[in-house]
């Protein structure tokens, strides 16, 4: 595939409440299949807990390693919501009350006639010099600083803010696919299929394993590349190859 | 907590269908509630997709940081099944066809009148020296090698080797934990709960926010600890907190 067209991006999901299983992740799902449709390549996906050192070390690694880096989960108001003094570390700038997400957060509990609790100031904390990331379910703003865009880990509020960062993304080509049903098991088109795979170097073949409840085995073979043309021609020697196998 | 009595572990899925956002991982899930249960501690995940040199630098930072690494995905025949390649060169020793591994399953499909084709007898490929996980769906063998633990990506596999795996893991205290229902959104009690966290140090309190259709906050407060009175204690803390707000 060609470099130049590609974005990278990866995701870290922040929370004890992922790692003791008791909270099954949806975030990272939705993003991959969000990256994906706008053409920005999940590479690598973390999981960490609310440590802060971990958190830091995570930020770090990631942000220099991709184009973009989009974190969920920890900038709620309780002491366990360490994201932004983690985000903020790894930066190496002040975590502030951001005056902006002040204000907004001070009208919305004033029009709701709840107080603007010490707890619910914690959620206007962020970087110094990070950029708002608008949150439609709940006000309490995601943040955006560099190539970090830091998000909600209930899902609801993480789509929602997505859907507010996607259209500010560069994005590069969007990956191609195409989907070939193959009545064989793995065993038996594994090797031509890798062989089929050295002579398409640009395109990517993956294949996927079911195993039916009586035991038998079918597969889905998938061509992904940026080009249609490499696309069609890896998907046709392919389906030739399946002809012959009969 | 007590660091003597914690076993730590860490994950890693393998597999460019999960970054792409076509298959959504159930691996972790499961793998975090199991832990969880026999008293491991998962501390983090990773998601990397079929690149050797991208789960070479997974395995080996994960392998040495925790007690145990668990991986699962790129264990099947095709040529995009790279993960015991990849954990031979972590570990740099030669990646060979096992003999135990390629009797087991030359029997296998023998039985079955199914060819021992090339791409079947790369299920057989392991680092030198790695014992087998008995797969009792499939037949072909995961495997063990030091404190790594490389499994099948398909959830059915995966579930089956990691019941064969558990019993023989060294595990830790189990955590304890309680589950407080709590009416008022974590804007109310994140500050009073942020100084019983304080008072609590030995205890690990997380609180975890609901949405309902309706607008309304709720939140459910877990108390997580090693010991049955520092739990309690905490807990008591909490009730008592929740009472005196009405």
Redesign the interface.
């Known amino acids: 595939m060609n470099d130049k067209l590609e974005v990278t991006a990866a995701a870290l999901a922040i929370g ?10 949806k975030n ?10 706008v053409g920005i ?10 440590e802060q050192s ?1 958190i830091v070390h995570a930020v770090n690694a990631l942000r220099g390693k991709f184009d973009y880096l989009f974190t969920s989960g920890g900038i ?5 919501d360490i994201t932004a003094d983690a985000v903020s570390k790894a930066f190496e700038v002040e975590c502030i009350y951001d005056e902006a997400a002040m204000e907004l957060l001070a009208a919305h ?1 004033k029009s709701r006639e ?2 603007f ?4 100031q ?2 206007a904390r962020m970087p110094q010099g990070a950029s708002h990331i608008d949150n439609p ?2 006000k309490a703003p995601g943040f955006n600083i560099d190539n970090v865009y830091v998000m909600a880990g ?1 899902p ?2 993480f789509e929602a803010m997505l859907n507010n960062v996607v259209p500010t993304l560069k994005t590069g080509q969007k ?1 191609l696919s195409r989907s070939i049903p193959c009545k064989h098991g ?6 031509p ?2 062989v089929i ?2 002579d398409n170097p640009d395109i ?6 079911r ?1 039916g409840d009586d035991g038998s085995f079918s597969t889905e073979i ?1 061509v ?1 590349g940026l080009n249609v043309e490499d696309v069609d021609k890896a998907a046709d020697d392919i389906e030739q190859m399946l002809a012959n196998l009969g």
């Open positions: 004890d409440e992922l790692l003791s299983g008791r909270t099954r992740d990272i799902g939705h993003l991959a299949q969000t990256l994906t449709s390549n999940l590479k690598e996906v973390r999981i960490v807990a609310d971990e709620g108001p309780t002491h366990d509990y709840m107080e609790t010490e707890a619910r914690r959620m379910v709940s209930v609801k509020v990956l793995e065993g038996v088109i594994g090797t299929l890798g795979q050295k990517s073949i993956g294949s996927y394993p195993f998938i992904r």
